[in-house]
């Protein structure tokens, strides 16, 4: 046992073999935040402001994104904390220990209850569910520059002395709008695209459909009408993608886990605050050990190590509960010592 010790300690320390003195780090515990969701982005049709008068459709007038979280999960990662290292020397008389050293730094278990904690973010022992949680934004588009449009009028005017003479003017004028031309002529073809279908389907034609030639006129009807349609309804496209956000927990109380950006997803936060996901921590009550009857000669040595606290771990919307686990984290815990020599 010691000599497993002495091997994993050099590993950790990246020192000489022939050395005696080792340094350790204590572990502390990072929750990692794994979020999968969507983003439906929806572009506004060309026609899409005339969509309500041509066809009595209801579409949006601007680009939109539309996030949709689907899952989420946690995942307690231990690390070695580099800011709580030890260094002890292995002299002759070093007791073989109960305590591991890990990449992790040293726990408190024995050698077969250490479980690797490293590894991918992938990894499906991440704890979580399926959720659905929608966060629509419109994204504000600039406002068109209106152009100003003058024509020439001729008016008859009297002058002083009875005669008439022709003067011209100019007059501001409503611009053609192209545009809305060119929306009434999509407009029209889809209505009469729809008044052909309804007609082949109640038999109001002159032409006679049945059976296979029925289906083809109708099919090649709604194709012509659906390559239109986009114009006023616009077209979506979907993306899906997955976040990770690490948080190390300093305390017990709330802390920000990451924001929901309307354009971009979920994205880091530093804060709480409106759009923020939180976390929620806290450890159930520890106990301190009492002091074992020691003898006179007091060791030399002695190994630190921490005792993890066990936690509620609660993600919540800023509001709403979404999912919660319990894990321990080091860094919250309780730090103890074991005597290294006899």
Do not use: W
């Amino acid at each position: 046992m010691k000599k497993t010790l002495i091997a994993a300690a050099l590993i950790l320390a990246s020192i000489s073999a022939s050395a005696q003195e080792i340094s350790y780090a204590l572990p502390k515990t990072t929750l990692t935040v794994e979020v999968g969701y969507a983003q439906d982005i929806v572009h506004a049709g060309k026609y899409a402001k005339y969509a309500k008068d041509l066809l009595n459709l209801e579409v949006a007038q601007g680009d939109t994104i539309i996030t949709t979280i689907n899952q989420f999960k946690i995942r307690p990662r231990v690390e070695a904390d580099q800011t709580k290292r030890y260094s002890v020397n292995l002299s002759g008389n070093a007791r073989p220990t109960l305590l591991s050293l890990t990449e992790q730094g040293l726990i408190a278990a024995s050698e077969g209850e250490i479980k690797d904690n490293g590894g991918s973010r992938h990894s499906s022992s991440m704890l979580g569910r399926q959720v659905n949680y929608r966060k629509p934004e419109k994204l504000q588009s600039a406002p068109a520059v209106k152009k100003t449009y003058y024509e020439e009028r001729y008016i008859p005017i009297v002058d002083t002395l009875g005669n008439t003479i022709i003067d011209t003017v100019l007059v501001e004028v409503e611009p053609i709008d192209s545009l809305l031309l060119e929306a009434q002529e999509a407009a029209g073809k889809i209505k009469q695209y729809r008044d052909q279908r309804y007609k082949i389907l109640t038999g109001d034609t002159d032409a006679s459909y049945a059976g296979e030639a029925l289906g083809t006129a109708l099919a090649e009807l709604t194709k012509l009408e659906n390559e239109l349609l986009p114009l006023f309804e616009g077209t979506t496209e979907t993306v899906k993608a997955r976040a990770y956000f690490d948080i190390t927990p300093d305390r017990e109380g709330t802390l920000a886990a990451f924001a929901l950006d309307p354009a971009r997803g979920p994205v880091k936060a530093t804060k709480p605050g409106p759009n923020v996901f939180e976390l929620t921590i806290k450890a159930e009550p520890m106990t301190k050990a009492l002091p074992a009857q020691q003898s006179k000669k007091q060791p030399a040595q002695k190994i630190v190590y921490l005792i993890p606290a066990i936690c509620e771990i609660t993600l919540t919307d800023g509001t709403e509960e979404i999912m919660s686990l319990r894990a321990p984290i080091y860094q919250l815990g309780l730090e103890s010592s074991y005597p290294l020599n006899d």
